[in-house]
């Protein structure tokens, strides 16, 4: 059996610190370098932050975070039961939000996207979003 990590939590701002560190501290044991690990905690935290502003606005909900190990890659899968995305291509555009009220930057797909190896985006509107990231570490390690 993998190793892995289930965590759910409130989608409360407050709480995207947690995953943050959660990841971080379940992939530590694959020994990545200071920038594998901030761009994957950098990636985890777009990741949370959007299902909390934008899957679920102004009212409560879940997130929910699986972790999985297998040799030297891990793949996370953070996943709300909010509104749901109308157009997915759309919002994985640079500078594209839902809610510009909030003067958010509109990066945060393209920045889990250039952080991770690989980005899937599922979503049904009323039905919440799944993102799941893959990111293999070491693979760019000279081996002396």
Same mark, same amino acid.
């Given at each position: $059996?993998?190793?892995?990590? /289930?965590?759910?939590?409130?989608?409360? !701002?407050?709480?995207?610190?947690?995953?943050?560190?959660?990841?971080?501290?379940? %992939?530590?044991?694959? *020994?990545?370098?200071?920038?594998?690990?901030?761009?994957?905690?950098?990636?985890?935290?777009?990741?949370?932050?959007?299902?909390?502003?934008?899957?679920?606005?102004?009212?409560?909900?879940?997130?929910?975070?699986?972790?999985?190990?297998?040799?030297?890659?891990?793949?996370?899968?953070?996943?709300?039961?909010? %509104?749901?995305?109308? *157009?997915?291509?759309?919002? /994985?555009?640079? $500078?594209?939000?839902?809610?510009?009220?909030?003067? /958010? !930057?509109?990066?945060?797909?393209?920045? $889990?996207?250039?952080?991770?190896? !690989?980005?899937?985006?599922? !979503?049904?509107?009323?039905?919440?979003?799944?993102?799941?990231?893959?990111?293999?570490?070491?693979?760019? /390690?000279?081996? $002396?």
């Amino acid at each position: $059996m993998n190793n892995y990590l /289930r965590l759910q939590f409130p989608s409360r !701002s407050e709480n995207e610190s947690l995953a943050r560190v959660a990841v971080a501290s379940f %992939v530590a044991q694959l *020994d990545p370098t200071m920038e594998e690990l901030t761009e994957l905690k950098t990636a985890v935290s777009e990741a949370v932050t959007n299902a909390i502003i934008h899957g679920y606005e102004d009212r409560d909900g879940e997130v929910r975070i699986e972790c999985a190990l297998t040799d030297n890659t891990v793949t996370i899968v953070i996943e709300d039961e909010g %509104v749901g995305i109308p *157009d997915v291509e759309e919002a /994985r555009q640079p $500078m594209y939000t839902s809610r510009p009220e909030l003067e /958010r !930057s509109g990066m945060g797909m393209t920045i $889990m996207e250039s952080f991770v190896d !690989s980005l899937e985006v599922e !979503s049904m509107i009323g039905r919440g979003t799944r993102v799941t990231m893959i990111k293999t570490f070491g693979a760019d /390690r000279v081996q $002396m």
